[in-house]
């Protein structure tokens, strides 16, 4: 069985890490989603705990996804899981630069590979810290994000 795991921080998930998940689900026998603690980036606006139950339910149509959460290595998630695949998308060619070493790394510990799946034209422009700093002041997220998130987002920063 091709398992292969999706990390991200997922603050919040949207649109575009959706339609990743859907494609990858198509590709491998089972995708688990990691919402994990990224150290680049300071202050979350949802906990792990809260990512991980609002992905739970933006995924609920998927069978073979599975979400965790932790504050681990990546490629240590991934041995623990018996996940042959690490997946990340990417959006333009300035995410490459970073994601290209990342994946370089994550082989040289742990021999585990990276598939990269490009984003469909239409999510290029969506990043989570563009919706937070939108929804912050005011704007409408609604169309970006699953159902979901939306509720969420509304009663977080409303
Ligand atoms: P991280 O902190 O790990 O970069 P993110 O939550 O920002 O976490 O992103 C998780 C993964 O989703 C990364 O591989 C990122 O490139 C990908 N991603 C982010 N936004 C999009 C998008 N609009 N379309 C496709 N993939 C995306």
């Not at 688990?32 to 991980?52: D, H, I, T, W």
């Not at 599975?66 to 991934?78: M, N």
């Not at 585990?112 to 810290?129: G, K, M, N, Y």
């Amino acid at each position: 069985m091709k398992v292969a795991l999706f990390p991200g921080s997922f603050d919040p998930f949207h649109n575009g890490h959706l339609e990743i998940v859907e494609r990858a689900s198509r590709l491998f026998d089972k995708i688990v989603v990691a919402a994990m603690r990224n150290p680049q980036k300071a202050g979350p606006l949802f906990s792990l705990e809260e990512r991980q139950k609002l992905i739970e339910m933006s995924v609920a149509h998927i069978p073979n996804v599975e979400i965790v959460s932790l504050s681990t290595l990546v490629v240590t998630l991934a041995n623990e899981l018996g996940a042959s695949v690490i997946i990340r998308g990417l959006r333009a060619v300035s995410d490459f630069e970073n994601e290209l070493q990342m994946a370089q790394m994550n082989r040289e510990l742990s021999g585990i590979d990276t598939v990269f799946i490009p984003t469909s034209a239409e999510f290029s422009f969506l990043a989570s810290r563009l919706l937070r700093e939108v929804a912050a002041y005011g704007g409408d997220v609604t169309s970006m994000v699953p159902g979901p998130i939306a509720v969420a987002f509304a009663s977080k920063v409303g």
